[in-house]
């Protein structure tokens, strides 16, 4: 198994940034994916940002173009840089690593992030 822990959530003003961390410890024979989804009171649970083996990374159309997945492999960390937040960014934010071959899938315990002025 692995260990998530994110951090880097807080109160920001809306036109505000914010960085998010992951750091991951474990065994982790490889990952397919990492990613970052949130969920805030009364929706769903929504991926807004993912990173793929070959470098492919994919984007919520709600966060495209202000948010930023990338990874740290020396560190272990997964970051997830958030610019021009808006109101409607405010949630839970969770990170997830996936190793389909290993069926490792595992969540860290979430940062809230709260937009507002």
């Known amino acids: 198994q692995v260990q998530l822990v994110e951090s880097g959530g807080g109160l920001v003003q809306p036109g505000g940034s914010l960085r998010l961390s992951c750091e991951y410890s474990g065994s982790i024979p490889g990952i397919n994916v990492v990613a970052w989804h949130r969920q805030a009171p009364g929706n769903e649970r929504e991926l807004v940002a993912a990173?793929?083996?070959?470098?492919?990374?994919k984007y919520a159309e709600s966060v495209e173009g202000r948010f930023t997945i990338s990874r740290d492999n020396a560190m272990s960390t997964v970051y997830l840089q958030m610019n021009s937040l808006k109101p409607e960014d405010t949630a839970v934010y969770y990170c997830?690593?996936?190793?389909?071959?290993?069926?490792?899938?595992?969540w860290g315990q979430g940062t809230l992030v709260t937009v507002s002025p």
């Open positions: 997830n690593l996936r190793d389909f071959s290993n069926k490792l899938d595992a």
């Open positions: 990173s793929f083996t070959g470098g492919q990374k």
